[in-house]
């Protein structure tokens, strides 16, 4: 199985009420980056089988711009496993039940998502705690945007590629630019 691990986009400050904060949306930059990084993701010719999503509005909204942008058509699935309050045993559950899927997408939140993406390439690490006291366990940053793939067939983990927002920005341009050579008329 190929998992794709997205942080959602960028959705502006976060709010001081935590109920408030639960249905931030994505900000005008939040969304113009899922459509590019979509963009980018159907020049590569990457396709989803399924997409999970924390229920938090901007990871939902992150999940349904890049599957509408990218092809994907079925219901995007909602899962706590991906909410900030998950667990890695959650979220291991739910990697187990998607596991019959080859292209998996899921949209989340940091630190938790960041702390799944190093305990899932190193299993030796336990907590988010552990993450932080050794510092020669894999240090992985998602930055908002960011999107990493890995490679789950035997064994841990392989990180096979991270797209940072930045990256995604840069291949965007380069991949919209005209080929054509502008000549002047004169």
């Not at 979509?38 to 901007?58: C, E, G, W, Y």
């Not at 699935?77 to 045993?89: R, Y």
Request: aromatic content about 4%; hydrophobic content about 40%; charged content about 25%.
């Amino acid at each position: 199985m190929n998992l794709y691990i997205l942080r959602h986009a960028s959705a502006g400050t976060r709010r001081i009420n935590p109920l408030l904060d639960l249905k931030r949306p994505l900000d005008k930059d939040g969304k113009s980056h899922c459509l590019q990084l979509a963009h980018v993701l159907v020049a590569m010719k990457i396709n989803f089988d399924l997409i999970v999503s924390s229920p938090l509005k901007r990871s939902l909204q992150t999940a349904q711009l890049v599957g509408t942008e990218t092809g994907y058509e079925s219901r995007i699935l909602i899962s706590n496993a991906l909410a900030p309050t998950a667990t890695f045993e959650q979220f291991q559950r739910l990697l187990r039940e998607c596991a019959a899927h080859e292209n998996l997408l899921v949209v989340g939140h940091n630190p938790n998502i960041t702390a799944f993406l190093s305990q899932i390439i190193d299993p030796s690490i336990s907590s988010l705690e552990d993450r932080t006291a050794d510092r020669t366990s894999p240090r992985v940053r998602l930055r908002k945007g960011s999107l990493a793939r890995l490679s789950m067939m035997r064994g841990p983990a392989t990180l096979q590629w991270l797209l940072d927002p930045r990256l995604v920005r840069s291949l965007y341009a380069t991949s919209t630019k005209s080929s054509r050579r502008k000549t002047s008329r004169k």
